[in-house]
C-alpha cells in the first residue's frame, strides 16, 4: 500500500553523515519502497547526546530545541541509530520545563520519533524485498537500542528473511562493545578491553559478517577487527536489507554508494 501522503523526516546522524553515507541512502531506498516522501533537512547536525551524557544540559538544550524546530511538520522522524534515537524519543522532554512550550514540543516530536527498524516494522508495516547476502552473520545488540528501545527480536525477523544469509547468534549478543559514545575517548583502556571481549566472543561464533542498527558500535567492533588483522566484515542492517551491502564493509575503503542525493540533503551527503 503506498503512503505517498505520509512524509518522513530522516535525521541522518552525524557518524553516518562524516563515516558512512551508504546507511542513509540505505535509509532511504527502504523508505521509499514502502512509500513514503522522505526529506533531509539540510542544517540538521547533532542530537545533542554527547553534551547531555557529558552534562552539559545548557548545549543539550540548545540542540534540542534546534533539531525540534528543523523536524516540525513532518509526520513521522526516522533514525537509523537506536542512540539518537533513544535520545530524541526518551530524553529530550526532561531538557526543558514541565509545561513549557518546548517541553510539550520535544514530548510531540518524541512521539512521532522513531528507530528505522522498529518504524518499518510497527508503522510501514515492512516486507523484505528479495534481496540476498551470503554470508555467515550475527547481529550485535547495542545497548541504547536494546535497553531503553527495547529493541531485541525485529532486526532478526527481517534478517532471517534475507537470501543466503545465515543467522548465528553470539554467545554474548547483549555485551556493550564499549564505544559508550565519548566514554571509549575519555576511558579508552576500559574502552579497548571490552571490544577486545567483542571480538573475541564474533571469533569464536565463526561469522563473516557482524551486522548492527547503530553505526558507532559498527566503527568500534570494525575498528577493532581491522587493528588485529581479521577480515569479518561490518555492516548496518539498513545495507543489508536495502541490498547496498556490497563491497568492502564498515572500516574498509570506500563503498559504492547509491547514484541519487538524499531528497533535501545537504551536497555533502
Avoid at 546522524?13 to 521509499?32: G, Q, W, Y
Avoid at 553534551?51 to 545548557?58: C, T
Avoid at 537500542?145 to 525477523?157: F, G, Q
Amino acid at each position: 500500500m503506498m503512503r505517498k501522503n505520509f512524509n518522513v523526516g530522516l535525521f541522518v546522524t552525524c557518524l553516518v553523515d562524516l563515516f558512512r553515507p551508504n546507511i542513509a541512502f540505505a535509509s532511504v531506498t527502504l523508505l521509499e519502497k514502502n512509500g513514503y516522501t522522505v526529506s533531509v533537512p539540510e542544517t540538521q547536525t547533532c542530537c545533542g547526546q554527547p553534551a547531555f551524557n557529558n552534562g552539559n544540559r545548557k548545549e543539550a538544550r540548545r540542540i534540542a530545541a534546534k533539531v525540534i524546530r528543523e523536524f516540525e511538520g513532518f509526520d513521522y522522524v526516522v533514525a537509523p541509530s537506536g542512540s539518537c534515537g533513544a535520545m530524541i524519543h526518551l530524553h529530550y522532554r526532561d531538557l526543558f520545563p514541565e509545561g513549557s512550550k518546548l517541553e510539550s514540543a520535544a514530548r510531540e516530536l518524541a512521539e512521532r520519533t522513531y528507530e528505522l527498524i522498529t518504524f518499518l516494522d510497527e508503522i510501514a508495516g515492512h516486507r523484505q524485498q528479495s534481496v540476498s547476502y551470503p554470508g555467515k552473520c550475527a547481529y550485535h545488540d547495542s545497548c541504547s537500542a536494546l535497553r531503553e528501545l527495547r529493541i531485541k527480536d525485529t532486526p532478526r525477523k527481517y534478517l532471517r528473511q534475507v537470501g543466503n544469509l545465515r543467522l548465528r547468534e553470539l554467545e554474548h549478543a547483549e555485551a556493550c562493545c564499549g564505544f559508550g559514545g565519548t566514554f571509549c575517548v575519555k576511558f579508552p583502556e576500559i574502552a579497548d578491553r571490552i571490544v577486545a571481549d567483542k571480538i573475541d566472543d564474533i571469533l569464536a561464533s565463526k561469522i563473516d559478517t557482524v551486522i548492527s542498527a547503530d553505526l558507532g558500535c559498527l566503527l568500534n567492533i570494525a575498528g577493532k577487527l581491522r587493528r588485529d588483522g581479521h577480515k569479518v566484515k561490518a555492516f548496518h542492517i539498513a545495507e543489508i536489507l536495502a541490498d547496498l551491502a556490497r563491497g568492502p564493509g564498515i572500516g574498509g575503503t570506500t563503498v559504492q554508494t547509491t547514484p541519487f542525493k538524499l531528497p533535501g540533503a545537504a551536497s555533502k551527503l
